[in-house]
Structure formats: C-alpha cells, structure tokens
C-alpha cells in the first residue's frame, strides 16, 4: 500500500500514544513500535563559534510525521553543504517522533468485504512515529555566520514544501538558546577510532614478539645450565 498523505494524520484529537514498556513487557500496549526514519539530529560543524541562529517555528497545533521530517532535514542539509561547505553551518533537529500511529487498516476494491473484519480488531496496528508540535515550537535550528543568513532563510524556506503546516522563519542572535552541542567533529571521532585501532594492533602484535623474544633467552638461558653442569661432570 502506497504512502497515505499527511493530512490523513496531522490531527491531534486523539490522546497522544506512547506506552512502550521496555523492562515490563507484559504492560507494554505497543505491540512492536516501528522504526525511527529520522537518520541524525545534528548536522554541520558543531565546534565553530556562529554568530546567528535562525528557527523554524510552527504556528499551529499539528503531527508531524517523522519520514517528513527526515526529508525536510536532508533538503536542508544537501543544500547548506552545496552553499556552505560542511564546516560552514551546524543545524539541529529540535523535535522528536514519540507518538506512534495506529491505523485500521481496511481492504479496498471489489469484493472487499469478504476480505476485511470490519470492526472487530479495531484498536488498530502500529504504522509509523509522529512528532505532536505546539504553536510557538521550534522545529529545526540552523547556526551560521552573519553573511550567510539569506542561504540558511532560503535552506528553511525549501523545507517548508515537506511539512503539512504553517511555519514561519525567526532569525536571532541568542546562539546558545539551541542547546547543548557536540563537542567533538565526526571527522575528529573518526580519527580517534582509526588511532584506537592501530594501538590495538600495534599492541597484538608487540605481544607475541615479546613471548618469542622471552622463549629464547629461556631456551638460551636452559642450555647454557646443561653445558655447566657436563662441565663439573667431566671435572670430577
């Protein structure tokens, strides 16, 4: 079945459905919870100091489905990389899919009725995650340098096509409202990682010379005692 539009589940009259029990599984409503889509929540360089920060702020009270999301931060992300370069920017996704959507799923074309149950079985199935958003919430943050503000507004303005509800574009100045940040680059984390595994190898492989070099000397150390002791054999 092809993907529903997202007006089918921007609504928030029903009660938002989370219960997911981890440890006791007995209590657990959720059946299987799906997949999250989104792929990384911050993107960008994270250590370089900016100097404005613009917001994507929605207006209403709305769901937001995550495969949206997802798709807004990747028209986001290839077009500042395009523009900026990856150390030129850091922008962070600001929300989370904690909702999970259940659907009753009905057999559609002739002769469905022989097919489907009807309303028995209605509670409905787990078919994706959802972000429940509040007028006022900020959506996606984006930090760049004073003369790169119009690509980060035109990056946002991209990003509205993706998202079924009325946002609105915030450009300021208070760079640390975005929160807590990496401290670290992924090409740093990287680095580390490659250097960590050299020691690892450097350190297996210094292991057994060490154990050779050892088994000598004691092979040397063994047969010169057997020499002395032929020696004081013969002397006597």
Known sequence: MALRP???????KDRPYTRLAVTVHSRNYIGAAPGLKIR???????VKDFNKILDLVV????????NALESARMLINRYLVRKLGKDGFFAKLRI????VLRENK??????????????SHA????????ARVRPGQKIISILVDEQNVEVAKEALRRAKSKLNCKIKIRVGDD?????TRPRKTKIELIE??????????????????AAKEEAKKDTKAAKEEKKEEKKTEKAK
């Open 175 to 179: 760079v640390k409202s975005i929160g």
């Open 59 to 66: 207006q209403e009270d709305v769901q937001i489905r995550d």
């Open 6 to 12: 997202g007006r089918c589940y921007r609504s928030k």
């Open 96 to 99: 989370y899919p904690y909702h």
């Open 40 to 46: 990384q929540f911050n993107m960008g360089n994270p």
């Open 106 to 119: 009905q057999a559609q074309g002739a002769h469905a009725d022989r097919i489907q149950k009807g309303m």
């Open 123 to 130: 509670f409905g199935k787990a078919i994706g995650r959802a």
């Open 192 to 209: 580390k990682k490659e250097e960590a595994a050299k020691e690892t190898k450097e350190t297996k492989t210094e292991a057994p010379q």
